[in-house]
């Protein structure tokens, strides 16, 4: 049955225009725009390195209860499994709002304690805080990141990195907006990581959703390079701007004048969302004055003849359920195809992925996190540690944009497997903690440039890598799972490795000046050596991280020289095939339970995920 729509009235009627504005509230680039504005503030993990002093003198932390606080930070910032699961059975909107409520909860006690307002907490409570704050971005992650890519499958390597770019920006915004609130207050900035995210989430909570259309790649790739440029101009306005404050002191109203230049950065994507619904909202008036370029929505009803597959019998026990799902953990499918949970966790490939990015991510994170007190101990000054945070901020967007991006033209092209970027991107920051080990003058600004792009790049590849081999079926929980291996890293390299000789270096220095510890004061190390060792030992365990993420890249070569997204390709030519409308470039094609045909989106009766085939209803 085909059906077409035609309204009265020219285009700057009222109705229309309403309906109009109800297409674009409720249309997919709108939908991306607001996913962008929610990762730009979703990154409060990324400040820790501009609060992490204030903290330390006002509660008398050590540099290991520091690091312990850091570590239990980046714990809730990367174990996001909950989240998952809870994705995995309700709307995102579920998983945003809890995310929002966490995060205001964690920072704002946080704020309390800093600020004097309630009783010094023991330190457990102060990183039972931190964890529940900073677990909130996980929330956010799954409720953005896993909708958008189930959205966009064929461009995953693309929208993982914008999105992934723009949360690696949100320290560098987050901190131009602090300043024009507050002022120079540091504080202060913890109580604005603790209410500005969480509003920025509530406000888009309806907008972000799993949306049943599918349209042809290469538009969408036109639209995702438009919003690209977009960020790298607001990237590069950041740069500048960061250059300039580091230069000069800036007043309260050049302050305020900087954030409103951000804040219009960051709604220009609008631009681009009005643009992509009126061209769709012009194809379908066209039919007012020629009827051959009217937009049909095309309802499909499955011929009687039309052959289905199979569905297997049900089982009628329980048990013989369990034991069918148990004997397939260790068969799992081909590369590509959906994986079950435990299938994917029993995986060789998970365990060396998730190995690799341990000493991969785990290793810039330290460097990140420890970047205010490394500064302070080279001899830069105080207003050098807010350069860095920033410097690491926005080249952790350019390292999620470009590996996501040129990842996907690379792949597409020349069939250059992700794993082996992984690879590079590694190798590569090993530069960047040997620049920390050796402390020549100046070193710590290339540093901080170096382990900023490649701590960015390394997070689209891995979760790009995690939806091409095991699927999209419960990429939910996996894409969580994967990033469990940052907080391990960052405990092992972190806590036990940097602050343990950071603190025995520091002692000696005190020993050396016959000078006791007093209970309740925080210990400084000064010198290139309080952090010589334990980056060599960084860059050590980084490099054999390369070596184990090669063998991935060998296990997968056949993988990737394939087509890997041949099944989504099929289903949109099988889509377009039955529509008639095969060489049509201007049709939006919408199909019902899409995410059932594909084997995504599903809601599991069971971790285990019995295959199972459906009937669709094409509209």
Same mark, same amino acid.
């Given at each position: ?10 285009? %700057? ?29 979703? %990154? ?65 006690? =946080? ?7 309630? !009783? ?26 896993? $909708?958008?890519?189930?959205?966009? /499958? ?42 500005? /995210? ?9 907008? =972000?959703? #799993? ?42 109203? +050049? ?106 991510? %785990? ?10 007190? =490394? ?32 990842? +996907? ?46 701590? %960015? ?47 025995? +270096? ?5 020993? !050396? ?37 090669? #063998? ?24 377009? $095939? ?17 995410? $059932?045909?594909?084997? #995504? ?19």
């Amino acid at each position: 049955m085909v059906v077409a729509e035609f309204t009265s009235g020219g285009l %700057g009627d009222w109705r229309r225009m309403k309906n109009f504005s109800y297409q674009v509230l409720t249309g997919r680039w709108f939908m991306v725009f607001a996913s962008l504005l929610v990762m730009a503030f979703a %990154g409060a993990t990324y400040m820790f390195g501009s609060y992490s002093n204030e903290v330390k003198t006002s509660l008398g932390y050590d540099q290991s209860t520091l690091n312990l606080l850091s570590f239990f930070k980046d714990l809730g910032g990367n174990v996001g499994v909950l989240s998952g699961l809870i994705n995995e059975i309700t709307p995102p909107w579920v998983v945003l709002s809890i995310g929002a409520t966490m995060n205001f909860f964690g920072y704002f006690m =946080i704020w309390l304690a800093v600020t004097g307002r309630i !009783a010094k907490p023991q330190v457990w409570q102060m990183c039972l805080y931190i964890c529940i704050g900073a677990n909130s971005q996980t929330f956010a992650n799954t409720g953005v990141l896993v $909708t958008c890519v189930k959205n966009f /499958p064929e461009s995953r390597g693309s929208i993982l990195g914008l999105l992934k770019g723009y949360l690696g920006l949100s320290a560098a915004i987050i901190t131009q907006l602090y300043h024009a609130f507050y002022g120079d207050d540091s504080q202060a900035l913890i109580l604005l990581i603790a209410w500005l /995210p969480a509003a920025v989430s509530f406000l888009f909570l309806p907008t =972000i959703r #799993i949306l049943n259309t599918v349209q042809q790649s290469n538009k969408q790739l036109k639209v995702f390079y438009h919003l690209l440029y977009i960020s790298l101009g607001l990237a590069g306005f950041l740069m500048v701007l960061i250059i300039v404050q580091n230069k000069l002191s800036f007043s309260r109203i +050049e302050y305020i004048t900087d954030g409103l230049v951000v804040y219009f950065l960051l709604l220009l994507p609008l631009v681009v969302v009005f643009r992509e619904e009126f061209n769709l909202w012009k194809t379908k008036n066209q039919g007012l004055t020629d009827p051959s370029q009217v937009k049909v929505v095309t309802e499909v009803v499955p011929p009687s003849n039309m052959v289905f597959p199979s569905q297997p019998e049900p089982t009628t026990t329980s048990s013989h359920k369990k034991s069918s799902c148990l004997a397939n953990v260790f068969k799992p499918p081909n590369r590509g195809e959906d994986y079950t949970i435990l299938q994917a966790l029993f995986s060789i490939d998970m365990l060396i992925l998730f190995i690799a990015t341990t000493v991969g991510i %785990g290793g810039t994170l330290t460097a990140i996190d420890n970047l205010g007190q =490394i500064g302070h101990s080279l001899g830069y000054p105080k207003k050098s540690t807010t350069t860095f945070v920033s410097l690491v901020s926005i080249w952790n967007y350019l390292g999620r944009v470009v590996a996501g991006f040129a990842s +996907e033209i690379f792949l597409t092209k020349y069939k250059f497997p992700r794993p082996l970027m992984l690879t590079l991107v590694m190798l590569l920051s090993c530069v960047g903690h040997i620049l920390i080990a050796i402390g020549i003058p100046n070193s710590l600004y290339f540093a901080s440039v170096i382990i900023g792009f490649c701590f %960015g790049a390394q997070w689209p590849l891995m979760f790009a890598i995690i939806s091409e081999i095991f699927g999209l079926k419960y990429y939910s929980t996996l894409y969580n799972f994967g990033a469990v291996a940052s907080p391990v890293g960052s405990y092992i390299l972190n806590v036990r490795v940097a602050g343990y000789l950071y603190d025995k +270096e520091a002692l000696k220095q005190l020993v !050396a000046k016959g000078l006791t510890r007093q209970a309740g004061k925080d210990l400084t190390c000064l010198g290139v050596q309080c952090y010589r060792m334990s980056f060599f030992i960084i860059a050590a365990s980084t490099l054999i991280g390369c070596f184990v993420s090669f #063998i991935l890249v060998l296990r997968t070569r056949k993988f990737y020289k394939g087509d890997i997204y041949r099944k989504f390709r099929a289903e949109l030519e099988a889509a377009e $095939t039955q529509m008639g409308s095969t060489k049509s470039d201007n049709v939006l094609f919408e199909i019902e339970d899409r995410a $059932t045909l594909s084997g #995504i989106g599903a809601t599991p009766a069971t971790t285990c995920g019995s295959e199972e085939s459906n009937k669709n209803n094409v509209k």
